[in-house]
């Protein structure tokens, strides 16, 4: 069964630094990858997607893929408070329909003024 | 911009009564999908469709549950019978493809609160 885990924390981290979160995956067969971000009470919202082994960069975010490891994180540069929301880890198998998408339980990021 | 509207926001029922979920995709997209996040919990999926079939579901979607796209907008998800346990935040999602490609991202609603008493 698929497994997707992340730290819940709270991650504390003051504004201006650079946020580190982290999310590991058991399966071998899952090939796409994917940030959320949640606010509370309301829908993900996809931050970015990683395909490929390697660092992926999107403005004040990468996404880092480490396949052989099986690990997964995004850094966020310069956090501000909006950035406070729970991130959401996911992971696909690509079985060549559409494919459902795997969840962590999220990590819960506060940006301290 | 775009946006997949689902409807209602908060529903309320009493254990045992049907209940349809609904939602509108974004129009030019082709796969749906079902998820669910009882609170606290993790977001999980329930079932996802294209060309008029499930396309793939999970151990949560048994008998109970059922989809379907009965014109060229709507996709909703029927809960036949439901339990305590069913009280769940429900969220539809649509893509242009499928998940694998490059690009293709799925847009969540912002979800129906299902409360049953």
């Known amino acids: 069964q698929k497994e997707v885990e992340q730290n819940s924390g709270p991650l504390s981290v003051p504004e201006g630094a650079i946020a580190s979160l982290n999310c590991t995956y058991s399966?071998?067969?899952?090939?796409?990858f994917f940030w959320y971000r949640q606010y509370s009470g309301k829908s993900p919202e996809l931050i970015m997607s990683?395909?490929s082994n390697g660092d992926k960069e999107d403005g004040r975010f990468t996404a880092q893929l480490n396949k052989a490891s099986q690990y997964v994180s995004l850094l966020i540069r310069d956090s501000q408070p909006s950035d406070s929301a729970t991130y959401l880890c996911?992971?696909?198998?690509w079985g060549g329909g559409a494919d459902g998408l795997t969840f962590g339980k999220g990590t819960h990021l506060i940006i301290q003024p | 911009e775009p946006e997949v509207t689902q409807t209602p926001s908060h529903q309320v029922t009493q254990m045992g009564q049907e209940v349809i979920l609904r939602c509108v995709p974004i129009?030019?997209?082709?796969?749906f999908y079902w998820y669910r996040q009882i609170l606290g919990q993790k977001v999980e999926f329930l079932v996802s469709?294209?060309?008029?079939?499930?396309?793939?579901k999970s151990e949560i979607f048994d008998d109970q549950f059922s989809v379907e796209r009965p014109d060229g907008s709507n996709f909703t998800l029927k809960i036949r019978s439901t339990k305590l346990e069913d009280s769940a935040m429900y969220f539809c999602?649509?893509?242009?493809?499928?998940?694998?490609?490059?690009?293709?991202?799925?847009?969540f609603g912002q979800g129906t609160r299902l409360t049953v008493v």
């Open positions: 469709f294209y060309n008029n079939e499930i396309s793939e």
């Open positions: 996911a992971a696909l198998s």
């Open positions: 399966d071998r067969v899952s090939q796409s």
């Open positions: 129009s030019n997209h082709l796969y």
């Open positions: 990683i395909y």
């Open positions: 999602a649509s893509s242009e493809g499928p998940l694998t490609g490059a690009g293709t991202e799925a847009f």
